[in-house]
């Protein structure tokens, strides 16, 4: 049975759109997985200070982004992508 979930579905532009479908190529992984790895890879390019400033829900203890300020990695495993929705 269909689930209803609150998570927002961002829109991508064609170009982005375009990068995404070959990077997935490249990674023989749906676009899916593909921007799940995308994300998790830029995680170590943030400045978590600014991010987490910026938090708005102030969930910082079940965060990935505070904790992996503090030293912990994310791991970009097919095995980690949970999907919404069912």
């Known amino acids: 049975m269909y689930q209803k979930s609150n998570v927002y579905t961002p829109q991508i532009?064609?170009?982005?759109a375009f990068v995404l479908r070959?990077?997935?190529w490249g990674l023989g992984t749906p676009?899916?997985?593909a921007l799940n790895h995308a994300i998790l890879a830029l995680v170590?390019?943030?400045n978590h200070t600014v991010v987490c400033a910026a938090?708005?829900?102030?969930?910082c203890s079940v965060c990935p982004?505070?904790?992996y300020g503090a030293g912990a990695q994310?791991?970009?495993?097919?095995?980690?992508?949970?999907?919404?929705?069912g």
């Open 13 to 16: 532009s064609r170009q982005a």
């Open 22 to 24: 070959r990077i997935a």
């Open 31 to 33: 676009m899916t997985k």
């Open 44 to 46: 170590p390019k943030l």
């Open 55 to 59: 938090c708005k829900d102030q969930r």
């Open 65 to 67: 982004l505070a904790s």
């Open 74 to 85: 994310l791991v970009a495993s097919d095995s980690c992508v949970d999907t919404y929705g």
